[in-house]
């Protein structure tokens, strides 16, 4: 394969990768104060989660974030569809957790000490050896 797709294929995996990952937190947070529309409902059914829809479309904090993450949705099928699947849902999916914890931390959230940043740097590690080959 030339290396000009193989970088291309690279750049859609770390693209679909920000996309989902980076959208992640901000979706959490879109979705704060949920718990008190689901409250209101303790019986659940139908009424409870027509309140929580409506509770969420009406928050731009979660559907903005949300609209992204999905455009990276559709960016992942484009590119699947080029690349070799055995790369793409290993380095995707390990590089979305990486953007989620970026993100989280650039947020305030805590990152978890120093078991996180040897995952995450496995997870790098693990990614250059599946580009390499």
């Not at 937190?25 to 059914?45: M, N, R």
């Not at 009406?58 to 559907?63: D, F, S």
């Amino acid at each position: 394969m030339p290396a000009a797709d193989v970088l291309q294929q690279l750049t859609g995996f770390i693209l679909v990768a920000i996309c989902w990952g980076s959208t992640n937190p901000f979706i959490k947070a879109g979705s704060a104060g949920l718990e008190t529309v689901s409250q209101k409902y303790p019986e659940g059914g139908m009424r409870k989660w027509f309140a929580e829809l409506k509770y969420l479309l009406t928050r731009w904090q979660y559907v903005l974030p949300l609209a992204l993450n999905l455009s990276g949705s559709v960016v992942y099928y484009y590119t699947l569809g080029k690349s070799d699947m055995s790369l793409a849902v290993p380095i995707t999916n390990s590089l979305t957790f990486i953007f989620s914890l970026l993100t989280g931390l650039c947020l305030g959230e805590e990152l978890g000490g120093r078991d996180t940043w040897i995952g995450m740097a496995l997870i790098l590690v693990g990614v250059m050896i599946c580009v390499s080959k």
